[in-house]
């Protein structure tokens, strides 16, 4: 079993960029995913295999990755981008997800 | 359009057994695999397991002494028993599908579509 690290919050104000990264050893040898949880939600996928989008995801949603880090990246973020974030990995035996982060737009 | 339809009890006593069971409507039920993921109140997802078409199962090492997930493919459904049941085991649980491709050079694996949530609250 494996780890992954997320911080449990990041606040920015509406149209600046906000940044929220996922750490875990696992991560330069697989695949991350995002999704975005509103409450009373269930999550929705926003980010597949590192930097894909999937249709229908706002553009100014980005992923990439560094080493034992990938980060989310959502630029010019706007007041319904408010919500929870979890990263999620997976190996041939295992899914797990990251801690969530709460976005908290000013 | 895939969606997934979840029902089953939501209210249970310490020790009973949970029992949950997800609909698959549109969309193949082969070549995915059909997970269990929960969420406490407040707190964030865990996954449970999962189960393919041909009933292939992984569990959560964490979980796996008190979970089975069974499939029926004529209904395109699959089922969640979770026994023994505490206050901790209280959450909301969904069921997902797991979107799998083994064949690069990276393992992918993502949950595409998910159950609108039940509430199982455990309570004496």
Redesign the interface.
């Known amino acids: 079993s494996y780890e992954l690290t997320q911080p449990p919050s990041v606040s920015v104000s509406p149209g600046q960029t906000a940044r929220i990264t996922c750490s875990g050893d696992v991560l330069p040898k697989q695949y991350a995913y995002w999704y975005q949880q509103k409450p009373g939600q269930a999550p929705v996928v926003m980010i597949y295999k590192d930097i894909e989008r999937p249709s229908g995801i706002p553009e100014r949603f980005s992923g990439s990755r560094s080493g034992t880090t990938v980060t989310l990246t959502i630029s010019g973020v706007q007041a319904e981008d408010e919500a929870d974030y979890y990263c999620q990995s997976a190996d041939s035996s295992g899914r797990v997800f990251g801690g969530g982060t709460k976005l908290t737009v000013l | 359009q895939v969606q997934l339809q979840q029902w089953g009890a939501g209210l249970l006593k310490p020790s009973e057994t949970l029992s949950l069971t997800c609909a698959v409507y549109g969309g193949s039920f082969s070549g995915y695999y059909w997970?269990w993921?929960r969420q406490p109140p407040g707190k964030?997802?865990?996954?449970i397991g999962?189960i393919n078409h041909s009933g292939s199962t992984?569990y959560?090492?964490s979980l796996k002494s008190r979970v089975t997930i069974s499939v029926d493919t004529s209904k395109k459904q699959f089922s969640l028993n979770l026994n023994s049941v505490t206050a901790a085991d209280t959450a909301v649980y969904?069921c997902?599908r797991?979107f799998v491709d083994?064949s690069g050079y990276?393992?992918?694996?993502?949950?595409?579509y998910?159950?609108?949530?039940t509430l199982v609250t455990v309570s004496s």
């Open positions: 997970s993921i964030g997802l865990e996954w999962e992984n959560n090492p969904y997902a797991g083994s990276y393992y992918v694996y993502y949950f595409d998910w159950g609108q949530g």
